[in-house]
């Protein structure tokens, strides 16, 4: 059981080195930003991120039909 979990231990922590090393050798040195939102191309295919989606859903629209009441 201790062997699994040293040897577990230490494949993270070589991974964790490996991405540190990547970060500290490219150019800007910083993950990339996947964000759909702040995405260029997703924006110019007009795919929004969920929050931004549902954030449009709940606004009121001014030329909505009002529907009349069940009595």
Request: proline share 4%; hydrophobic share 40%.
């Amino acid at each position: 059981m201790i062997k699994v979990f040293l040897l577990t231990t230490a494949f993270v922590a070589i991974c964790m080195i490996l991405l540190a090393i990547t970060i500290l050798i490219k150019k800007n040195g910083r993950f990339p930003n996947i964000h759909v939102g702040t995405n260029k191309h997703m924006r110019q295919r007009g795919i929004k991120c969920v929050e931004t989606q549902d954030k449009d859903a709940r606004r009121d629209n001014p030329h909505a039909i009002p529907e009349r009441e069940k009595k």
